[in-house]
T-cell receptor, first 118, second 114 residues
Framework: GAVVSQHPSRVICKSGTSVKIECRSL??????MFWYRQFPKQSLMLMAT?????????EQGVEKDKFLINHASLTLSTLTVTSAHPEDSSFYIC??????????????FGPGTRLTVT | GQQVMQIPQYQHVQEGEDFTTYCNSS?????IQWYKQRPGGHPVFLIQ???SGEVKKQKRLTFQFGEAKKNSSLHITATQTTDVGTYFC??????????????WGLGTSLAVNP
């Protein structure tokens, strides 16, 4: 199956600093990547949809200036949490998808990044 | 907006018992996808159902897509401790600007007593 890597797996940072998370599709080209946030024992909360070469589409309530997304190539998307605060502590997961025709196909998830802001 | 509801939220079974989780969409879906997330892990794609009334099996797992393509179920026969995790259903939606994404159910967390 398709493999998606995510780096770093864990990060602890001080309040006010910025953190960049990388998401890479290793053996396929992803036309679309997604960034999710997940709190303990809760469902996936979609933050934004990232399409290669275009601006990300953010979900309602997600601050685009705080969560910067760059999808520079078909294999790499980055999420930067700017000026992080303790309430930004969470599990961030990316996923990648290859669309063929009109069918919305399955997503392949990275292993996630556990962010702790102190 | 479109919603995907999933029940039950939690299920605790004895090893060997069967388990079923149900997924209901507020609108007709072009397909439905199921994912499994182990504790501490990330979601892993299990299967996609496309056709009305479709039934697919993966060993002890049976997936069904309703005739109206608005509901789906996942049934596990004779659960094992390796089945522990949260099972999510997800349905696609296309928004303005051709933004295509998945709407996720809240998941059903399965615990299995050995």
């Amino acid at each position: 199956g398709a493999v998606v890597s995510q780096h770093p797996s864990r990060v602890i940072c001080k309040s006010g600093t910025s953190v960049k998370i990388e998401c890479r599709s290793l053996d396929f080209q992803a036309t679309t990547m997604f960034w999710y946030r997940q709190f303990p024992k809760q469902s996936l909360m979609l933050m934004a949809t990232s399409n290669e070469g275009s601006k990300a589409t953010y979900e309602q309530g997600v601050e685009k200036d705080k969560f910067l997304i760059n999808h520079a190539s078909l294999t790499l998307s980055t999420l930067t949490v700017t000026s992080a605060h303790p309430e930004d502590s969470s599990f961030y997961i990316c996923s990648a998808r290859v669309d063929r025709g009109s069918t919305i196909r399955e997503q392949y998830f990275g292993p996630g990044t556990r962010l702790t802001v102190t | 907006g479109q919603q995907v509801m999933q029940i039950p939220q939690y299920q605790h079974v004895q090893e060997g018992e069967d388990f079923t989780t149900y997924c209901n969409s507020s609108t007709t879906l072009s397909n439905i996808q199921w994912y499994k997330q182990r504790p501490g892990g990330h979601p892993v794609f299990l299967i996609q159902l496309v056709k009305s009334g479709e039934v697919k099996k993966q060993k002890r797992l049976t997936f069904q897509f309703g005739e109206a393509k608005k509901n789906s179920s996942l049934h596990i026969t004779a659960t094992q401790t390796t089945d522990v995790g949260t099972y999510f259903c997800a349905g696609p939606v296309t928004e303005a600007g051709n933004n295509r994404k998945l709407i996720w159910g809240l998941g059903t967390s399965l615990a299995v007593n050995p």
